[in-house]
């Protein structure tokens, strides 16, 4: 069925169903929220997959090193997990550290001075 557009209820109709898909967007501070949330979840899962891929990368050298044993994965997963959670919660130490107001951290051009 076609709708005469000069029917006198055309255009209430059609301004009804303008407003009806605008209350349904986020507009403004709700959408730039919808956006920031988005943003985070997206950044959140990139780095889910980074770590499990690093884990992955790690528990697969552990299992060759120790000459491929069989029924082991569950154990190198584990231990590559909690190698790499310590180097991480390592770094970020030094990082913190090198933030600490009068410490400097040593650079290449330090490293140079002194080595003269």
């Known amino acids: 069925m076609m709708k005469d557009p000069n029917h006198p209820n055309a255009t209430e109709h059609l301004e009804n169903s303008g407003s009806k898909q605008q209350a349904s967007r986020p507009s403004g501070p709700d959408r730039q ?9 997206t950044a959140s899962a990139q780095e889910e997959q980074d770590r499990d891929a690093r884990i992955r990368r790690r528990a697969h050298e552990m299992w060759e090193a120790e000459g491929r044993p069989e029924g082991q994965a569950d154990r190198h997963w584990s231990r590559a997990a909690e190698d790499l959670d310590r180097e991480d919660a390592a770094i970020q130490r030094e990082g913190v550290a090198s933030e600490k107001p ?9 490293f140079i001075r002194d080595k003269s």
């Open 102 to 110: 009068g410490v400097r951290p040593k650079g290449d051009a330090d």
């Open 33 to 41: 929220e919808q956006y920031q949330l988005t943003r985070e979840q």
